[in-house]
């Protein structure tokens, strides 16, 4: 059928085949996630609903081996959790930690990629290697090397510490005092995080165009003024990323804090989040509140990460 200036009409057939053809072309992609959203609803959504429920039960040795049935209590849980002043501690504890640990991680991470951007390529390479070897080290074997290295009697820290006139750090202990016990910790999990904020902003470093930074000096801008205005502006979607995870991982640290309290840390006076679940679920058997607490701790992730959220999605925005 053609129009009266003899151009063809779409048939109404047509017309339906090409709209069920954009229909199929719009759904393509929502089947290709399908089977992947499947498996992480069953593999992330059962435990976290099983944990909630788990929350407002009484749930210990009794229930776990099927000899009881859970005994349903409500908010009791919650509320002995919010009235306990030492879980309040180990919050605190725990929100320092972290706010320390991804801030200097952030800074540590961020400097050593500019570094290897400025570096001939065969140093880049060692530097490079190192740092990957540092990060594909398994964690007991790294814990077990620090703290030979922090060790009191024959640690290489106390040490070269004498050496250097510090008569007072002969037979230190780091692992007794709370303060020096996360002075180690942190050292052990930054040492362990950098290689991947540094390989990450690394990446995202490359890919700034050159003639930009170029142009900027010849107008005069300084290096710290490129970096500022420039680098840090062009890469900090990744940068937003990057740190989002590191929040998140330093929030729910458990083997370092773990190993050290069993290598002589007072664990009343070292808990993090991570520790103080596993002794409350498994060192006690009170699985009830353990999930209470892991609950909270999910919830005070999501705080302290929405902030990040909220920009990442103002990044995807055109």
Same mark, same amino acid.
């Given at each position: ?21 954009r229909?199929?072309?719009?759904l ?13 609803? %069953? ?8 944990q909630?429920?788990? +929350? ?20 009791a ?16 504890r725990?929100?320092a930690?972290?706010?320390?640990n ?10 050593v ?16 290697? +190192?740092? %990957? ?15 030979w ?10 040490w ?6 510090f ?11 709370p303060?020096?016990?996360?002075f180690v ?11 991947f904020?540094?390989f990450?902003?690394y990446?995202? %470093?490359?890919?700034v ?10 107008d ?11 680098l ?21 640290v ?13 664990? +009343? ?7 103080y ?11 009830g509140m353990?999930?209470?607490?892991a ?9 302290l990460?929405?902030?990040y ?5 103002k990044?995807?925005?055109?």
């Amino acid at each position: 059928m053609t129009s009266p200036l003899g151009v063809a009409r779409p048939t109404a057939a047509r017309t339906t085949t090409a709209a069920a053809n954009r229909r199929r072309r719009a759904l393509a992609p929502y089947l290709f996630l399908l089977p992947v959203a499947v498996v992480l609803v %069953l593999a992330l959504g059962y435990p976290l609903v099983r944990q909630l429920l788990m +929350s407002f039960q009484e749930f210990g040795l009794a229930q776990q081996f099927g000899a009881a049935e859970p005994e349903w209590v409500g908010t009791a849980n919650y509320q002995a959790l919010f009235a306990d002043p030492v879980v309040w501690g180990v919050i605190a504890r725990s929100i320092a930690f972290c706010a320390v640990n991804a801030s200097l991680t952030m800074i540590v991470g961020t400097s050593v990629a500019v570094l290897m951007t400025k570096l001939d390529g065969p140093v880049r390479l060692m530097l490079q290697t +190192s740092l %990957l070897l540092a990060w594909a080290m398994p964690v007991i074997a790294a814990m077990t090397v620090w703290q030979w290295l922090f060790d009191t009697q024959y640690g290489v820290i106390n040490w070269a510490l004498v050496q250097s006139g510090f008569e007072g750090f002969a037979g230190h202990s780091w692992l007794l005092n709370p303060l020096s016990f996360y002075f180690v910790a942190t050292v052990i999990v930054v040492w362990m995080s950098v290689p991947f904020v540094a390989f990450s902003l690394y990446a995202a %470093l490359t890919q700034v165009s050159e003639e930009v930074l170029e142009a900027a000096q010849l107008d005069g801008a300084s290096g710290w003024q490129r970096f500022r205005h420039i680098l840090v502006p062009t890469i900090m979607p990744i940068i937003y990323v990057v740190s989002l995870l590191q929040v998140i991982w330093d929030l729910r640290v458990f083997a370092q804090i773990y190993y050290l309290q069993g290598a002589g840390g007072l664990r +009343s006076e070292t808990d993090l989040l991570g520790t103080y679940i596993y002794n409350l679920g498994i060192g006690q058997s009170d699985y009830g509140m353990a999930s209470a607490v892991a609950t909270f701790m999910l919830l005070l992730t999501l705080a302290l990460t929405i902030g990040y959220v909220r920009k990442l999605a103002k990044e995807e925005e055109p």
